[in-house]
T-cell receptor, first 107, second 114 residues
Framework: KNEVEQSPQNLTAQEGEFITINCSYS?????LHWLQQHPGGGIVSLFM???GKKKHGRLIATINIQEKHSSLHITASHPRDSAVYIC?????????FGTGTSLTVIP | DTAVSQTPKYLVTQMGNDKSIKCEQN?????MYWYKQDSKKFLKIMFS???????INETVPNRFSPKSPDKAHLNLHINSLELGDSAVYFC?????????????FGPGTRLTVL
């Protein structure tokens, strides 16, 4: 069993929909990262969280340390949001990665 | 003014060869990383260096050796290449201590071993 589980694995949404991607982990962490990998392969860091909630534009990330769970929300989704979203956790000396959520937003 | 750059972008080579991938960051970051993304798109960390000192060294074959000549560079040397080494390799960097700051990724190097 992977230390980091993401759901769903694949997600198709209509433009404008509110999207939620979930990440659950089984280890104690110092930080949780949300990454975005574009169809062309480039990787961008979206958020680094150790507690609470962060917002950047239409993206919101939350983390519940007690429940070992994080969510990434996209409001008013757009076709350019189509990408793979990867959750990663850092324990203090190790990284664990989820297998990613592939999001397709249809115009 | 590229933040994290990698060369080459593509690398095609024969089994048994030795090759290097270079990474440079101009962000003034203290920590640099190497990641491997396999054909199933699963991302895995290989190494992390902080101020030229090895911090994270995941279980990778010792054919892989990172070298950090200075804080802005972390090169990856691979000896005796094998078919299973075919993957995309990403370099990244971050401020401060490994793992707890936002990371900036290079564009990736696609390695194909024939």
């Amino acid at each position: 069993k992977n230390e980091v589980e993401q759901s769903p694995q694949n997600l198709t949404a209509q433009e404008g929909e509110f999207i939620t991607i979930n990440c659950s982990y089984s280890v104690g962490i110092s930080a949780l990262h949300w990454l975005q990998q574009h169809p062309g392969g480039g990787i961008v860091s979206l958020f680094m969280l150790s507690s609470g909630k962060k917002k950047h534009g239409r993206l919101i990330a939350t983390i519940n340390i007690q429940e070992k769970h994080s969510s990434l929300h996209i409001t008013a989704s757009h076709p350019r949001d189509s990408a793979v979203y990867i959750c990663a956790v850092f324990t203090g000396n190790q990284f664990y990665f989820g297998t990613g959520t592939s999001l397709t937003v249809i115009p | 003014d590229t933040a994290v750059s990698q060369t080459p972008k593509y690398l095609v080579t024969q089994m048994g060869n030795d090759k290097s991938i270079k990474c440079e960051q101009n962000l003034g970051h203290d920590t640099m990383y190497w990641y491997k993304q396999d054909s199933k798109k699963f991302l895995k960390i290989m190494f992390s260096y902080n101020n030229k000192e090895l911090i994270i060294n995941e279980t990778v074959p010792n054919r892989f050796s990172p070298k950090s000549p200075d804080k802005a560079h972390l090169n990856l040397h691979i000896n005796s290449l094998e078919l299973g080494d075919s993957a995309v390799y990403f370099c990244a960097s971050s401020l401060g201590t490994s793992g707890v700051n936002e990371q900036f990724f290079g564009p990736g190097t696609r390695l194909t071993v024939l």
